[in-house]
């Protein structure tokens, strides 16, 4: 770093390192990577097709299943392309500006996919709840509106990071020990006190992370209430399965989320960090690759949909023919 009357210039690039300690196994860590990268993206990408050309799910549950299909394709590629480089080509350097976008999108993605978690956990305690008045209450304009808010509300609150992170003076070492530019992993190269970027890393994880958990948590409560209420065992049944899927996607997405975050905060010297960079990637990963799977073993419209696209595209070969 250069150093002009006691000042020092931002860096002009990192170096990630990958995962610290794995060096030697990159190329095998990769091989996992690679096939969760595209079983993501054909999955993802399948899905959003599906609910697009199918109009038996053209309701609300399947438009939000829609939107987080899409921030998931989002976060796995704005960093897996990255780690599969410097695992087989070794091409470690990043230019601070896309180090600061990379970060801008990861953690804003990932803000907006809680969100539309929680989106999700409504949608599923309204048509429990108000099953003659689904259709009525949670309209396209209402969707629009409140997925709209959501991906406001994740953008909007990530675009003070990159700034922060301006900020600071790099007097030190340019050396990430990551696969991406993480905020918490690049404040720590800094010389100067990172106080407030650690304090409003926390606001913004109250505002988004347990401000969501916290209406997931109202809404599941309500739902359990509605469902216990229902006379027929058969219906109390239906009712929960319509949730199994929802559930496992909250699951998958925040118990790496949580380490990942408490790992930084207060676990740095006791976990391993080969451990903490592994289920960071995880993070972004395990989401996109199950969530697909999850919802097309657990849900029936879409299995139905996707044996009829098979049978419709079957008949028209033979036609063809």
């Keep these: 770093m250069l150093v002009s009357n006691n000042s020092y210039v931002a860096p002009k690039s ?18 996992p990577f690679c096939t969760m990268y595209i079983i993501s993206l054909v999955g993802n990408l399948g899905l959003v097709y599906l609910i697009h050309h ?19 394709l989002v976060t796995c590629t704005t960093t897996l392309p990255n780690a599969l480089c410097i695992f087989w080509f070794n091409l470690k350097e990043i230019n601070f500006n896309a180090c600061l976008a ?16 929680m989106l999700m956990a409504l949608d599923r305690y309204v048509a429990i709840r108000y099953p003659l008045h689904y259709a009525t209450i949670l309209t396209n304009p209402i969707i629009a509106k409140a997925a709209l808010a ?8 990530m675009i003070p990071f990159p700034f922060l992170v301006k900020r600071l003076p790099f007097c030190q070492s340019n050396i990430l ?33 347990v401000f969501d958990i916290c209406c997931i948590s109202v809404s599941y409560t309500m739902i359990l209430r509605a469902v216990v209420s229902l006379s027929s065992a058969d219906a ?4 929960f ?13 925040y118990v790496p989320a949580f380490f990942t975050f408490f790992t930084h905060r207060f676990g740095g010297h006791t976990i391993r960090p080969s451990l903490h960079i592994i289920v960071a990637n995880l ?23 996707v044996i009829k696209l098979f049978q419709g595209e079957k008949r028209t070969h033979i036609q063809d023919n």
Aim: overall charge positive.
């Design 241 to 253: 399965s319509t949730c199994t899927a929802h559930i496992s996607a909250i699951i998958i997405t």
């Design 14 to 31: 990192f170096i990630l390192n990958g995962i610290p300690g794995l060096e030697r196994v990159h190329v095998w860590i990769s091989l």
């Design 283 to 305: 993070y972004l990963l395990l989401p996109p690759t199950l969530n697909p799977i999850v919802y097309g073993v657990k849900t029936k419209q879409i299995r139905d949909s």
């Design 102 to 117: 990379q970060m801008f999108f990861v953690h804003g993605f990932t803000g907006v996919e809680s969100g539309v978690l």
């Design 177 to 209: 020990s990551h696969t991406y530019c993480d905020h918490m992993s690049v404040v720590k190269l800094s010389c100067a006190s990172i106080k407030i970027n650690v304090i409003y890393g926390l606001m913004v994880a109250l505002l988004i992370g």
């Design 54 to 72: 199918e109009e038996s799910l053209h309701h609300p549950m399947y438009f939000f299943l829609a939107m987080l299909s899409l921030i998931d």
């Design 236 to 239: 109390r049944q239906k009712a």
């Design 150 to 157: 959501t991906f406001l509300r994740g953008v909007l609150l």
